[in-house]
């Protein structure tokens, strides 16, 4: 955290700003007293997923593994027709 005059803050906004931007919690002081915080601005979430984002998230390689259902063999064609 580092604490910017907010005369600094009037003659060196871009410098400032860039600072918050590359993560720095900069710390506006207005006579040596804290009044605002500059922080960097997080990324929103995706509302939505592309084609794209979709393919690179499946897996790279197929699943070798059977699924338990596949493997079973109770059937009811022993039982006959129903009557």
């Known amino acids: 955290m580092t604490q910017v ?3 600094e803050l009037r003659n060196h906004t871009a410098d400032v ?5 590359r993560g720095e ?3 506006i002081t207005v006579n040596g007293v804290p009044a ?3 922080t960097a601005v997080k990324p929103s979430l995706k509302k939505f997923l592309t ?7 499946r897996p790279k390689h197929p699943v ?3 699924h338990p259902h596949d493997t ?3 059937t009811t064609d022993d039982l006959g ?3």
Do not use: K, S
């Open 64 to 66: 070798r593994e059977p």
């Open 25 to 27: 919690e900069v710390v």
């Open 36 to 38: 605002a915080t500059l």
């Open 51 to 57: 084609v794209d984002d979709l393919l690179a998230m």
């Open 5 to 7: 005059p907010v005369r």
């Open 72 to 74: 079973w063999d109770d």
């Open 81 to 83: 027709p129903i009557e």
């Open 17 to 21: 700003i860039e600072r918050a931007r």
